[in-house]
């Protein structure tokens, strides 16, 4: 079992940054493949990024490409979301998921994953 805390979300104007992190319980957090997911009001889920194992190898919507970025700390059971340069389109309720390996799926599909956070606000004012 997985827990997942994300934090960092808040209110920012436009042009502005935020990093989100999100702490993870369990031993084998290092074999977890880990995404950021986003949903606006109205909207379905939809992918923002991942770091996939094995190879942290990194992904990202096209949406967010040269403006966010992924990274993890196994020492620490953590992953964060650095986002630049942000738009009032980047508003949503953001969350963490994680990924147990598997052969089948891929990471910008919700079923891929099988662990959830419980999401954190980013509201982004024009």
């Known amino acids: 079992q997985v827990q997942l805390v994300e934090s960092g979300g808040g209110l920012v104007q436009a042009g502005g940054s935020l990093r989100l992190s999100c702490a993870a319980s369990?031993?084998?957090?290092?074999?977890?493949?880990m995404g950021w997911f986003r949903q606006a009001p109205g909207k379905e889920r939809e992918f923002v990024t991942a770091?996939?194992?094995?190879?942290?190898?990194?992904y990202y919507a096209d949406s967010v490409k040269g403006r966010f970025t992924i990274s993890r700390d196994n020492a620490k059971n953590t992953v964060s979301m650095q986002m630049n340069s942000l738009k009032p389109e980047d508003t949503a309720n953001y969350f963490c998921?994680?990924?147990?390996?598997?052969?089948?799926?891929?990471?910008?599909?919700?079923?891929?994953?099988?662990?959830w956070g419980q999401g954190t606000q980013v509201t982004v004012s024009s």
């Open positions: 998921a994680a990924s147990a390996p598997k052969n089948t799926g891929t990471y910008y599909s919700t079923r891929w994953y099988d662990y």
């Open positions: 369990g031993r084998r957090f290092s074999s977890y493949s």
């Open positions: 770091i996939t194992w094995p190879g942290d190898y990194t």
